[in-house]
């Protein structure tokens, strides 16, 4: 099985279909748990991602948030949405098939607050120095929510059987 041909292939039907240039397949145990094409274009939905919709159903088909024991090959450098999912579902390793300056020349994302150029610079930074409004509301009830968990999981603050750098 060429996994890098099949990402290839799914992300050019996508385009075919009028979406957008990006893929993801997941392998477990040298086989194909999920994939997905980019659907923002056909859906309106910025989280449709290929690496947010192919984690999903990974997830769904495992039943569970965490992606041990998994490859995830995508067809660019994650964006970093995709990223921090990725970091989030602790795979084994990602590959990816090209990167955003390669791309560049041919497609170009930059939204009214992301720009991908800058955006690592961007999201470093302070939240109140950040493109994007933010306001902090501070309300003392916010962390009784989080206790409330911490009760719930027998004081635990960490989620049962995550896998962690520790």
Not at 34 to 39: M, V
Not at 47 to 69: P, V
Not at 90 to 119: I, Q
Request: charged fraction near 25%; aromatic fraction near 10%; glycine fraction near 6%.
């Amino acid at each position: 099985m060429d996994v890098a041909q099949r990402t290839l292939d799914l992300a050019h039907q996508n385009v075919a279909e009028g979406g957008r240039p990006f893929a993801t397949v997941i392998v477990k145990d040298g086989e194909i748990l999920a994939e997905s094409p980019n659907k923002v274009a056909q859906t309106g939905d910025p989280t449709a991602h290929a690496e947010i919709l192919a984690i999903r159903e990974a997830c769904t088909k495992l039943g569970t948030e965490h992606l041990t024991g998994v490859t995830i090959h995508v067809l660019a450098h994650p964006c970093p949405m995709c990223l921090g999912a990725l970091y989030y579902c602790s795979p084994n390793e990602v590959v990816f098939l090209t990167t955003r300056d390669a791309y560049e020349p041919h497609y170009v994302d930059d939204r009214k607050y992301f720009e991908l150029a800058t955006f690592y610079d961007e999201f470093a930074k302070p939240w109140n120095e950040r493109r994007l409004p933010m306001r902090y509301e501070p309300r003392a009830a916010a962390v009784d929510v989080y206790r409330f968990w911490q009760e719930r999981n027998g004081g635990r603050r960490y989620v049962a059987d995550a896998p962690t750098a520790h």
